[in-house]
C-alpha cells in the first residue's frame, strides 16, 4: 500500500517508520532529514543526464532514460530497502515528491511494501525546518567568558533533567579561530538548519530551553536568524569565573593540540589581536608555554565578548560567580540562582 503523508505527520507517526531519500548521493549530502538513509535513484551523473534530456528533448525521452539507467538496479533497491525496513515498512521521498520518488514507491509496494510517500518531499520539509525557528520558545541563555565551562556546564544540566541546545556540538565548532580543535568538520549550512530543527520539535516550548551565549556565525555556520533573534532577547545568565582559573581550564583543553594548527588559528586573527601580541603569543605556542598563550589571545577574546554583552539589554542580564571545578556543583548553582532573580519565562513572541 503507498499512503501519501505530509511531512509534519510522519515526523508523528507513534512508530518511527524509516525513511529513504531517492535524490542522489551529493543531494543527499547537502542536506538530509536527520536519520535518512540514501537510496539513490540516480548517480550524481545519471541526473545530470536524465535531467539534460527532460530539458533539451522532453518529459517522455527522460523517463525512457530514467528507465534505461535504472533497469538493473532495482533489485538491488528493494534488497537495500529491506536492510533499511525488515518489517517492510518505510517512507520514502526525492525533490519534490515527483517521479523519483513514485517510481520507488511503486516498486517497493509492488515487493509488498507499505509506503508513506512524503508530499511535496525533501523541499517541503524544509519548509517545515524553517517553520520550527520561526516558533516561540521560552529560552534562557548560559553566558560566560571564553574558559568559563559553559559547554560543560550545559551538559550537566541536560544530565539533571533541564531541556537543553548545544549549538556549537550540533555547528561542530567551537565558535573561535581554533573551534574545530582540529579534528571537527563543520556540517552544511542546509544540514546544521536540519539538524536543529530535529531537536527543536522534540522539546516542550512552554519549559525553559537552555542555550549557550553564541554570536551569529559559529565558525562557518549561522544560526538561522529567527532563532538567534530570540536568543538575543531573552534573559541571560552570565557566569564570572576567575581569570587564572579561565587559563588553566583552556591551556589543558587546547595545550594538547597540533602546534601548527594553533599557529594558523592565530595568524587568522592577527588583525584583531595585533601584530606585537600575535607575535607573542605564537612564540608562547613554540615555546610550549600554553598558559602565556592563552593569557594573550584571551585579552582578545574577552573584549569581543564584553562588546556583545553591552548589546544586550542590561535588565536581562543577571551575572553569577562560581568557583572551583565541579561541574555539576556549577549547574545546580545556575538553576538555584534562576529562583532568585526575575528571568523573563514569557515566551518571545515570533
Same mark, same amino acid.
Given at each position: 500500500m503507498i499512503r501519501n503523508i505530509s511531512i509534519n505527520d510522519f515526523i508523528k507517526l507513534s512508530e518511527p517508520v524509516p525513511l529513504a531519500d531517492v535524490r542522489t548521493p551529493a543531494e543527499f549530502e547537502q542536506g538530509h532529514v536527520p536519520g535518512a538513509f540514501n537510496l539513490p535513484l540516480f548517480s550524481n551523473e545519471e541526473r545530470v543526464k536524465v535531467g539534460t534530456t527532460y530539458k533539451q528533448v522532453g518529459r517522455e525521452e527522460a523517463i525512457l532514460l530514467g528507465f534505461d539507467l535504472t533497469g538493473s538496479k532495482w533489485s538491488g533497491f528493494i534488497k537495500q530497502a529491506l536492510e533499511i525496513a525488515p518489517d517492510k515498512k518505510i517512507g520514502v521521498h526525492c525533490w519534490r515528491g515527483g517521479m523519483r520518488s513514485g517510481a520507488m514507491a511503486w516498486a517497493l509496494n509492488l515487493y509488498g511494501f507499505d509506503v508513506y510517500l512524503i508530499e511535496g518531499g525533501y523541499k517541503k520539509y524544509r519548509g517545515w525546518v524553517h517553520q520550527q525557528f520561526e516558533a516561540s520558545y521560552r529560552l534562557s541563555i548560559l553566558g560566560g567568558m571564553t574558559g568559563s565551562g559553559k559547554t560543560k556546564i550545559l551538559h550537566s544540566l541536560k544530565a539533571i533533567g533541564e531541556q537543553v541546545i548545544d549549538l556549537e556540538d550540533l555547528a561542530q565548532h567551537q565558535g573561535s579561530s581554533y573551534g574545530t580543535m582540529n579534528k571537527m568538520v563543520q556540517p552544511t549550512q542546509e544540514q546544521f538548519e536540519n539538524n536543529l530543527a530535529h531537536q527543536?520539535?522534540?522539546?516542550?516550548?512552554?519549559?525553559?530551553?537552555?542555550? $549557550?551565549?553564541?554570536s551569529l556565525t559559529i565558525g562557518k555556520r549561522s544560526v538561522p536568524n529567527p532563532f538567534w533573534y530570540q536568543m538575543r532577547s531573552a534573559a541571560m545568565i552570565d557566569i564570572r569565573v576567575d581569570l587564572q582559573q579561565r587559563i588553566a581550564s583552556l591551556a589543558i $583543553?587546547? &595545550? &594538547?593540540?597540533?602546534?601548527?594548527?594553533?599557529m594558523e588559528c592565530t595568524e587568522r586573527i592577527r588583525k584583531r589581536l595585533g601584530p606585537e601580541q600575535t607575535k607573542h603569543a605564537i612564540i608562547a605556542i613554540q615555546e610550549n608555554r600554553m598558559e602565556d598563550f592563552i593569557g594573550i589571545v584571551l585579552v582578545y577574546y574577552d573584549k569581543t565578548y564584553r562588546t556583545g554583552l553591552s548589546k544586550r539589554n542590561p535588565n536581562l542580564v543577571f551575572s553569577l560567580e562560581i568557583t572551583g571545578n565541579d561541574v555539576s556543583t556549577h549547574a545546580q548553582q545556575i538553576l538555584i540562582f534562576t529562583h532568585t532573580v526575575p528571568v523573563t519565562e514569557q515566551v518571545t513572541p515570533s
Amino acid at each position: 500500500m503507498i499512503r501519501n503523508i505530509s511531512i509534519n505527520d510522519f515526523i508523528k507517526l507513534s512508530e518511527p517508520v524509516p525513511l529513504a531519500d531517492v535524490r542522489t548521493p551529493a543531494e543527499f549530502e547537502q542536506g538530509h532529514v536527520p536519520g535518512a538513509f540514501n537510496l539513490p535513484l540516480f548517480s550524481n551523473e545519471e541526473r545530470v543526464k536524465v535531467g539534460t534530456t527532460y530539458k533539451q528533448v522532453g518529459r517522455e525521452e527522460a523517463i525512457l532514460l530514467g528507465f534505461d539507467l535504472t533497469g538493473s538496479k532495482w533489485s538491488g533497491f528493494i534488497k537495500q530497502a529491506l536492510e533499511i525496513a525488515p518489517d517492510k515498512k518505510i517512507g520514502v521521498h526525492c525533490w519534490r515528491g515527483g517521479m523519483r520518488s513514485g517510481a520507488m514507491a511503486w516498486a517497493l509496494n509492488l515487493y509488498g511494501f507499505d509506503v508513506y510517500l512524503i508530499e511535496g518531499g525533501y523541499k517541503k520539509y524544509r519548509g517545515w525546518v524553517h517553520q520550527q525557528f520561526e516558533a516561540s520558545y521560552r529560552l534562557s541563555i548560559l553566558g560566560g567568558m571564553t574558559g568559563s565551562g559553559k559547554t560543560k556546564i550545559l551538559h550537566s544540566l541536560k544530565a539533571i533533567g533541564e531541556q537543553v541546545i548545544d549549538l556549537e556540538d550540533l555547528a561542530q565548532h567551537q565558535g573561535s579561530s581554533y573551534g574545530t580543535m582540529n579534528k571537527m568538520v563543520q556540517p552544511t549550512q542546509e544540514q546544521f538548519e536540519n539538524n536543529l530543527a530535529h531537536q527543536l520539535k522534540d522539546l516542550d516550548r512552554q519549559h525553559k530551553i537552555w542555550v $549557550e551565549d553564541e554570536s551569529l556565525t559559529i565558525g562557518k555556520r549561522s544560526v538561522p536568524n529567527p532563532f538567534w533573534y530570540q536568543m538575543r532577547s531573552a534573559a541571560m545568565i552570565d557566569i564570572r569565573v576567575d581569570l587564572q582559573q579561565r587559563i588553566a581550564s583552556l591551556a589543558i $583543553e587546547y &595545550g &594538547g593540540l597540533d602546534k601548527d594548527f594553533l599557529m594558523e588559528c592565530t595568524e587568522r586573527i592577527r588583525k584583531r589581536l595585533g601584530p606585537e601580541q600575535t607575535k607573542h603569543a605564537i612564540i608562547a605556542i613554540q615555546e610550549n608555554r600554553m598558559e602565556d598563550f592563552i593569557g594573550i589571545v584571551l585579552v582578545y577574546y574577552d573584549k569581543t565578548y564584553r562588546t556583545g554583552l553591552s548589546k544586550r539589554n542590561p535588565n536581562l542580564v543577571f551575572s553569577l560567580e562560581i568557583t572551583g571545578n565541579d561541574v555539576s556543583t556549577h549547574a545546580q548553582q545556575i538553576l538555584i540562582f534562576t529562583h532568585t532573580v526575575p528571568v523573563t519565562e514569557q515566551v518571545t513572541p515570533s
